[in-house]
Every structure is written in structure tokens, then in C-alpha cells.
């Protein structure tokens, strides 16, 4: 499922607006979908049972993401 689309022409990531997101934190800043990294995590884990699946740090030092 993609957690990132458009709305009468304003893209939304899970449902938020990401245009008044830029007015609140302010611009550049990056943007995350825990449900996005949820559900890629279950759909490439499902694909091997049992096995422990790593997350390189060096991929994305951001500590939410990490945790």
C-alpha cells in the first residue's frame, strides 16, 4: 500500500498535507512514512521466514527511522 499520494493536487504522506508540513518544520527537511517502513519491512521479511533481517546504520543514520 502506498501511503504517499495526491489530494485535490496536494501530495499527502498519510494523510497529511505535506505542503503545510514545509510551513510548520520549514524546507529542505525529509519525510517519513512509518506505515510506508512497515509495511516494506513485513512484504521483504515474508519472503524469508526465520531469517533475521539487518538495516545497515550507514543506509540511514536518522534515530527514528533506526528505532
Do not use: W
Amino acid at each position: 500500500m502506498d501511503h504517499f499520494h495526491y489530494v485535490n493536487g496536494v501530495y499527502h504522506a498519510e494523510g497529511v498535507p505535506l505542503d503545510q508540513l514545509a510551513r510548520d518544520v520549514e524546507t529542505p527537511f525529509y519525510c517519513y512514512s512509518t506505515a510506508t517502513l512497515s509495511r516494506h519491512f513485513q512484504v521483504f521479511s515474508g519472503h524469508f521466514p526465520g531469517a533475521k533481517i539487518c538495516y545497515a546504520v550507514k543506509a540511514n543514520g536518522n534515530l527514528a527511522v533506526l528505532k
